[in-house]
């Protein structure tokens, strides 16, 4: 049995992140808007946290890397986080290729919601995922995720406009009227 944990993103990840990035160029056209050449190279990688980190401090977002055994595999981030009223924010993750088809993103993601309805006090966490994506909707699904509807239009990848559906989650603190978790 593997050892997964996610833990806060770190200026140091940048040289793995972008080795990682590189080793799944190809596959994640189908997946991610397309990137500049930049985002492939260790400096690029770099920049790309040093942005990451500043949504971070102020508030609007949550970044995190996945870790198998200590080693990193992946990413996972709570971004557009919202607060009251609306406690809410959109879950992404992200586990490399060789990593894929093990649970991992599962697993990422159960601990991202534990932080989200957790230490963050969110009330409801979206997630998107493409129809033909089935192991990114599994994922969900595992989660706790319902689908709610169809966003038509929703990303721009691979030299067109894609269609995700549209999943929630809803806080395991909800009552239907309090706007707070309950205090610990």
């Not at 997946?31 to 985002?39: E, G, I, V």
């Not at 102020?58 to 709570?78: A, I, P, Q």
């Amino acid at each position: 049995m593997t050892d997964i944990v996610i833990r806060a993103l770190d200026r140091d990840d940048s040289r793995r992140l972008a080795e990682m990035y590189r080793g799944d160029r190809d596959f994640l056209k189908h997946w991610d808007p397309q990137r500049p050449d930049a985002f492939y190279t260790d400096s690029g990688q770099a920049d790309a946290i040093e942005t990451t980190l500043r949504e971070c401090t102020s508030g609007r977002m949550w970044s995190g890397v996945v870790l198998e055994d200590g080693g990193l595999v992946g990413r996972v981030s709570l971004n557009n986080i919202l607060q009251a009223p609306f406690r809410s924010c959109s879950l992404g993750y992200w586990v490399a290729q060789p990593y894929s088809g093990r649970g991992i993103a599962t697993e990422a993601a159960r601990q991202a919601m534990q932080i989200a309805f957790g230490s963050l006090g969110l009330h409801r966490v979206d997630a998107f995922a493409r129809e033909e994506n089935a192991a990114s909707c599994r994922v969900l699904e595992k989660n706790g995720f319902k689908k709610v509807g169809l966003s038509r239009g929703h990303i721009h990848i691979n030299g067109r406009w894609r269609d995700d559906i549209m999943f929630q989650r809803i806080a395991p603190w909800d009552d239907g009227i309090r706007l707070d978790p309950p205090a610990s």
